[in-house]
C-alpha cells in the first residue's frame, strides 16, 4: 500500500512541479471539444453521417468485440477490454510512442480525439451530464498522456534547465517522469471504463420496450442478414436490395436502441424503384411517443441525408388481437400520419 501511494505522490508531484502547461492543456483540449461541437451544428449533414459510419465501425469494425460487450452488459470483460483499448493503444501507442520519436508529437492525437468527440456528440448530447463526465473522465487520461509527452520533450530539449548535462540525461529522465505520470493516466482510464459500460443505458436509454409483446413477435420470411451487436434480423428483398444496405438500416436500428440484445425483433427491407420501405412492428403505445417519433425521424433524415437519391419511408404496425393497431407510416419528411 505505501509503494502505491508512494507512486501515486511522485506522479502528483511532477503535476504540481508543471501546474501552469497541465491546466493550459486541459483549457487547450477541451476548447477543442466544444469547437467540435460548434462544427457538428453547422455542417448537421456531415455529423450525421459521421455518427452512421462510426456505428457501422463499432458494429463490424476493430472494435466491435468492444462493443458487443457493452451491448451484452458482460460489465467485468468490458471494463477489461476498454481500459485496455484506451491505455494501451490510445494512450501508449497513440500519444507517448510518437512523443518518444518526436518532441510534443504525442499532442496532435488527443487533439484530433477532442475534437472528434464533439463533432459526434454534437450539440445535442455534447454537454448532456453522462456525457461530460464520460469526456472529463477519458479526456482527463488522454490529457494526463499528453502532459507527459510535454515534460519528456521539455527535458530532451532544454535538458541545462532542469540541470542535466546531455540531450541523453534529458531524455533519460524525461522517460522516468513519464512512467510516474502513466500511474495517473491508468487510474483515470480505469475509472473512465468501470463508467462506460455501467453508464451505458443511461447515455442512451431506450426508447422501446425492453421485451416485445407476444404479438409483436412477428417474424418475415426470405434472405436476412443477422447484425453483429444484437443478434437481430434483418430481411431484405435479395432480388432488389443489396445485403449492405440492409446492414445499414439495421445498424441505425441498433443505434435507436429499437434492437437490443435479448429481445427477439426483426425488420424487413424492400424497394421499389428508388423507393425503400423498412417494416418493423411497434407496440401501438410507442407511435405517437415524442422520443420514439424523434429517434425514426433522425434516422430518416440520416438515411435520405447520406443517400439523397433515395426515398425511404417506415412502416410501423401492430398485430394486436384486439384490433387496436392501425398502420402508422413515418415518412422521410419526418412527419408522422396515421393510416385508419
Known amino acids: 500500500m505505501k509503494l502505491i501511494s508512494g507512486v501515486f505522490r511522485s506522479a502528483l508531484q511532477v503535476v504540481r512541479e508543471n501546474l501552469v502547461p497541465y491546466l493550459v492543456l486541459n483549457i487547450v483540449f477541451f476548447a477543442v471539444y466544444s469547437a467540435g461541437v460548434v462544427a457538428a451544428a453547422y455542417y448537421p449533414e456531415i455529423h450525421s453521417g459521421l455518427v452512421m459510419r462510426v456505428q457501422r465501425g463499432l458494429l463490424t469494425g476493430s472494435f466491435s468485440e468492444v462493443a458487443t460487450l457493452y451491448a451484452q452488459h458482460d460489465v467485468a470483460p468490458a471494463i477489461g477490454a476498454t481500459f485496455a483499448v484506451n491505455f494501451f493503444f490510445g494512450s501508449i501507442l497513440m500519444i507517448t510512442l510518437p512523443s518518444a520519436l518526436v518532441p510534443f508529437g504525442g499532442f496532435v492525437v488527443p487533439a484530433i480525439r477532442f475534437f472528434i468527440w464533439g463533432f459526434l456528440f454534437g450539440p445535442e448530447r455534447a454537454y448532456s451530464v453522462p456525457i461530460l463526465i464520460l469526456t472529463t473522465l477519458e479526456g482527463q487520461g488522454y490529457v494526463l498522456a499528453a502532459f507527459a509527452s510535454y515534460v519528456f520533450a521539455m527535458r530532451w530539449l532544454l535538458p541545462a534547465r532542469y540541470g542535466l548535462i546531455s540531450r541523453k540525461a534529458g531524455y533519460t529522465l524525461g522517460l522516468r517522469l513519464t512512467g510516474r505520470i502513466y500511474a495517473?493516466?491508468?487510474?483515470?482510464?480505469?475509472?473512465?471504463?468501470?463508467?462506460?459500460?455501467?453508464?451505458?443505458d443511461k447515455m442512451f436509454p431506450p426508447p422501446f420496450p425492453q421485451q416485445p409483446s407476444a404479438e409483436l413477435q412477428n417474424g418475415f420470411s426470405g434472405q436476412f442478414t443477422t447484425l453483429t451487436v444484437t443478434g437481430a434480423k434483418m430481411y431484405y428483398q435479395s432480388d432488389s436490395v443489396q445485403e449492405s444496405d440492409a446492414k445499414i438500416v439495421g445498424v441505425l436500428l441498433e443505434d435507436m436502441r429499437y434492437f437490443r440484445v435479448g429481445r427477439r425483433r426483426e425488420a424487413r427491407l424492400s424497394k421499389v424503384g428508388n423507393a425503400f420501405r423498412v417494416q418493423l412492428p411497434l407496440d401501438a403505445r410507442y407511435w405517437h411517443d415524442p422520443g420514439v417519433v424523434f429517434h425514426f425521424d433522425k434516422m430518416l433524415t440520416t438515411l435520405t441525408r447520406t443517400f439523397p437519391d433515395r426515398i425511404y419511408t417506415i412502416d410501423a404496425f401492430c398485430e394486436a388481437p384486439d384490433g387496436s393497431c392501425k398502420d402508422t407510416v413515418f415518412h422521410h419528411s419526418g412527419s408522422l400520419s396515421r393510416n385508419n
Open 184 to 200: 495517473l493516466v491508468a487510474l483515470v482510464l480505469l475509472v473512465a471504463a468501470i463508467y462506460e459500460p455501467v453508464m451505458a
